[in-house]
């Protein structure tokens, strides 16, 4: 199978989820817990946003024709604050003291600043003028009742969860989280707990496998550990096929002992990538066992959570009922030279530094993508592309945050 440029696999791996397996049925949760919930049915405005014409100010509400020339004198007819009903209609001439948050009255298309007038009893003198519009929201303007706010599919953060509760949605119908079972493989891989020999490692890639699934919106199952035994690797596989999607970690090289291609392949799995043109991360397996999708991710740590970010996380995000599954790449200018071999896309753990406007990256020192130390210490990816070998200090860089 070709070496595949990291992108051309994303886009092969996204063609596969297409194909299935189905969305399971979405369930409800209320709005305190649908923070990382993937929406699945359009939401709909429930009255026009605003509802009314909001002052954005406190001041008072005009005609705007009738102060440019100010300073004008104006005759106040009233008073509106936050929270109750707009009982004024002006007229040229008039106007009505309103504060912010409050319904501007009828006739009214913006509001001079409090900070521009002298009130003097039933009188008041504005000093600025202000073009139509100025320091008031008109009714339906941000969302016209009925109208789609949020589409299905859309991942809920904070602001969405405002829009939400805005439009009056205390219960939200979201997609299931996907279940994505992780099995670490290795004769030298122990549980966390254990304590190892010192030809032995401790089985760090469940966990930060679990806490990416976790971010990424599913829900992790971590697998016993498998040794190097092909019957053994097969039998925890099959365990595995029984969740949603299947991570594995290790054993997808070329070394004697890698049993993961073979096991699979006992299991009826369909290979579409058997390596990608990344590093840390060039073995890399997509395959499906039937609709089932499984990921081979390699065994070494930084090459885990790099290849997960790439490749595994978009069948999560499919599962998972996201729309928008994007890597969102950055940039920075370098901090020193920069130089790589071409051919790959290499994904480098970086450091950011500098302050607001001229923000520095630089690659931390590593032994390789082993280090767990280094990355650490590293707040990004400096994304070096094959089509040049050379940066020089102040060149603008591809980062992805970590
Ligand atoms: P492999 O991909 O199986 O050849 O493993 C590559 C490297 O990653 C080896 O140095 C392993 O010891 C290390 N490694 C494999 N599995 C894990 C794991 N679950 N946790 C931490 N390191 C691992
Ligand atoms: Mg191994």
């Avoid at 209609?89 to 309103?98: A, N």
């Avoid at 000093?127 to 100025?134: A, L, M, N, T, Y």
């Avoid at 205390?170 to 992780?182: G, K």
Wanted: with cysteine; net charge negative.
């Amino acid at each position: 199978m070709p070496l595949l440029p990291f992108n051309e696999a994303r886009t092969l791996i996204t063609a596969h989820m297409e194909e299935g397996p189905a969305l399971p049925p979405p369930e409800t949760t209320t709005l305190d817990q649908a923070l990382g919930r993937v929406l699945a049915k359009n939401t709909v405005a429930d009255r026009d946003y605003p509802p009314f014409n909001r002052s954005t100010r406190d001041g008072y509400a005009v005609i705007a024709s009738d102060v440019v020339d100010a300073p004008v004198v104006l005759e106040v007819i009233g008073e509106t604050r936050a929270g109750e009903a707009s009982q004024f209609r002006i007229e040229r001439g008039q106007t009505v003291q309103i504060m912010t948050g409050a319904p501007g009255p009828e006739g009214a298309d913006a509001v001079v600043m409090q900070e521009y007038s002298q009130r003097d009893g039933r009188q008041v003198r504005l000093d600025r003028g202000v073009p139509s519009g100025k320091n008031l929201i008109f009714q339906g303007s941000e969302s016209r009742e009925g109208a789609v706010v949020l589409e299905a599919g859309t991942l809920l953060g904070y602001p969405e969860i405002a829009l939400l509760g805005s439009v009056g949605c205390d219960r939200v119908t979201v997609h299931r989280r996907p279940e994505v079972a992780i099995l670490s493989t290795g004769d030298e891989v122990l549980p966390i707990e254990a304590m190892p020999e010192p030809y032995q490692i401790r089985n760090s890639n469940a966990y930060s496998l679990a806490a990416q699934v976790l971010r990424a919106g599913g829900e992790p199952r971590i697998l016993p550990i498998a040794p190097d035994v092909h019957a053994r690797t097969r039998d925890l596989i099959e365990d595995g096929l029984r969740s949603d999607i299947l991570l594995l970690s290790g054993g997808v090289s070329v070394g004697k002992y890698d049993f993961v291609e073979s096991a699979l392949r006992d299991l009826g799995a369909e290979f579409f990538i058997t390596s990608v043109a990344i590093q840390p991360g060039k073995p890399l397996v997509f395959a499906k066992v039937g609709d089932k999708p499984v990921f081979g991710l390699p065994g070494n740590p930084i090459s885990t959570m790099v290849t997960f970010e790439l490749f595994a996380r978009l069948a999560i995000d499919w599962l998972a009922g996201r729309k928008d599954s994007r890597l969102k790449f950055s940039s920075a200018r370098l901090f020193n030279d920069f130089k790589h071999k071409p051919v790959l896309t290499r994904f480098l753990p970086a450091v950011l530094s500098g302050d607001y406007g001229d923000v520095r990256v630089d690659p931390v020192q590593w032994q390789g993508s082993g280090d767990l130390v280094a990355l650490a210490r590293a707040d990004c990816f400096l994304v070096a592309t094959p089509d040049r070998d050379f940066w020089k200090a102040g060149e603008w860089i591809s980062i992805l945050p970590r």
